[in-house]
């Protein structure tokens, strides 16, 4: 299994913006995605992306407002977060799978240890 390390979560307020990254500790031709777990509530999908960067999918609450990308040069995939609500508040968690996407966290097989994302209101 590849390592990931989830970094650049933070405390923000409503509005404001913050990128996390996850870099792996090899290069993996995974999709990756990010998902996030706010206390009391099951892991939700946010969004993932194929290994190219050519195929994406969003969460609705989340589309139009956490652009994902990934740079394969340096195996780090990225989640620049926009106007962030303090809904949004959660522990955010990368993962890889093989094959296809999937908004299932049961379908990924290796994770980061999380990253926490507090936004103020």
């Known amino acids: 299994q590849v390592q990931l390390v989830e970094s650049g979560g933070g405390l923000v307020q409503a509005g404001g913006s913050l990128r996390l990254s996850c870099a792996a500790s090899?290069?993996?031709?995974?999709?990756m995605g990010w998902f996030r777990q706010a206390p009391g509530k099951e892991r939700e999908f946010v969004t993932a992306?194929?290994?190219?960067?050519?195929?994406?999918d969003y969460a609705d609450s989340v589309k139009d407002r956490f652009p994902i990308s990934r740079e394969n040069a340096n195996n780090t995939m990225y989640l620049q977060m926009n106007s962030l609500k303090p809904e949004d508040t959660a522990v955010y968690y990368c993962?890889?799978?093989?094959?296809?996407?999937?908004?299932?966290?049961?379908?990924?097989?290796?994770w980061g240890q999380g990253t926490q994302v507090t936004v103020s209101s």
């Open positions: 090899r290069r993996t031709l995974y999709y």
């Open positions: 992306i194929s290994w190219g960067g050519g195929r994406t």
């Open positions: 993962a890889d799978k093989p094959l296809g996407s999937s908004r299932y966290p049961r379908d990924y097989d290796s």
